[in-house]
């Protein structure tokens, strides 16, 4: 299957901070890539959904101005946590999928996010 | 409403021993089925999918699943574990048709013990 990096795998940061979190698509050019966040013994979130060159749409309850998702490029999307503040401590992972909704899309390795 | 339901949060098997991991959907479109396996901290793997054709679809690691559309259910099934089937499994449904925008069952651990 196709490749996708997400960068950093761990990070952490002090509150009131920014962070930003790369999702790159190696062998395929992305059209269209996912955020997804997962809260502790929970299951995957989707928060947003970015398509090259357009703003991102966003799930219902996802603070635009908090999780700023851009997606600048075929082969990177990327999502900075503003202000981070200790409850934004989560696992965050992306997918991302080329031409329509009938292809597969396929996930990063994830970034554990902590905010101490 | 849409929605997914993994009814076991955690399994717990003794090793060589067979698993049954349980998913259930509601909906009233066509859907599109897939399980994932997640390692301890890393991202997701694609086990299977079931877009159409045969009820019965076979995955990598020797897992299979059965989609049954009267009990809008696809439970993922394996013979024989290992312990290095330990991880967490999630269940994933798309009710757009395509494959990309996915809802996610809460997961199930899988233990396999020595």
């Known amino acids: 299957g196709a490749v996708v990096s997400q960068h950093p795998s761990r990070v952490i940061c002090k509150s009131g901070t920014s962070v930003k979190i790369e999702c790159r698509s190696l062998?395929?050019?992305?059209?269209?890539m996912f955020w997804y966040r997962q809260f502790p013994k929970k299951s995957l979130m989707l928060m947003a959904t970015?398509?090259?060159?357009?703003?991102?749409?966003?799930e219902q309850g996802v603070e635009k101005d908090k999780f700023l998702i851009n997606h600048a490029s075929l082969t990177l999307s990327t999502l900075t946590v503003t202000s981070a503040h200790p409850e934004d401590s989560s696992f965050y992972i992306c997918?991302?999928?080329?031409?329509?909704?009938?292809?597969?899309?396929?996930f990063g390795q994830g970034t554990r996010l902590t905010v101490v | 409403a849409q929605s997914v339901t993994q009814l076991d949060s955690q399994v717990p098997v003794f090793e060589e021993a067979p698993v049954e991991l349980r998913c259930n959907y509601s909906s009233s479109v066509s859907v599109y089925l897939f399980w994932y396996v997640q390692y301890p901290n890393q991202g997701l793997q694609l086990l299977l999918k079931?877009?159409?054709?045969?009820?019965l679809v076979k995955g990598i690691n020797g897992f299979e699943a059965e989609f049954n559309k009267s009990q809008t259910s696809f439970h993922l099934r394996k013979p024989s574990v290992h312990i290095s089937d330990t991880a967490e499994y999630f269940c994933a449904v798309s009710f757009s048709g395509g494959y990309q925008k996915v809802t996610f069952g809460i997961g199930t651990k899988l233990q396999v013990i020595p």
């Open positions: 997918s991302a999928a080329s031409g329509s909704g009938n292809s597969e899309a396929f």
């Open positions: 970015s398509n090259e060159g357009s703003k991102a749409t966003y």
């Open positions: 062998d395929f050019q992305a059209t269209t």
């Open positions: 079931y877009l159409s054709g045969s009820t």
